[in-house]
């Protein structure tokens, strides 16, 4: 999770809501990435996207099996849907979000017994890092848009 905070940070420095992922397999890190909505005007460039798509670059195939992903935030309603779709095996995120989550806040899409696939869900993990990092950036943001 600490090297998803990393990716976070490089958000934060370019002005992007500062969420990073990574995505894990066989102990190895195949994909990293952080939001990229702004920079690249895209609604989709969520760094959970982001990354999935360098994993099956990476890996030659859509089907993520055996890899796990760490992200700072819980993931939305898009990006739960791309993880389940990507058969991603685990999930490790730290902050809740109760404003979009849909993995434990609003929705719990990835345990959902009615899809074709599950993903286990580890949440908490470096939350409070997570947390603090997302509340400093809109801090900022509300105070630069004052000025």
């Given at each position: ?132 990092l997302l509340k400093d950036f809109f801090a900022n943001l509300r105070l630069k848009n004052k000025s």
């Amino acid at each position: 999770m600490g090297l998803a905070l990393e990716e976070a940070k490089k958000a934060y420095e370019i002005g992007e809501v500062p969420i990073g992922a990574i995505i894990v397999r066989d102990n190895q890190v195949i994909a990293s990435a952080f939001n990229k909505r702004e920079l690249g005007r895209n609604a989709t460039h969520h760094a959970e996207l982001l990354a999935i798509q360098e994993a099956c670059e990476k890996l030659g195939g859509w089907r993520l099996i055996g890899c796990t992903m760490y992200v700072t935030l819980e993931p939305c309603l898009m990006c739960a849907g791309a993880i389940i779709n990507s058969r991603l095996e685990r999930l490790i995120y730290g902050a809740r979000d109760p404003k979009a989550g849909a993995v434990q806040s609003l929705y719990h899409v990835l345990e959902d017994t009615r899809l074709n696939h599950q993903v286990e869900v580890i949440e908490g993990v470096l939350a409070a890092e997570s947390s603090a990092l997302l509340k400093d950036f809109f801090a900022n943001l509300r105070l630069k848009n004052k000025s």
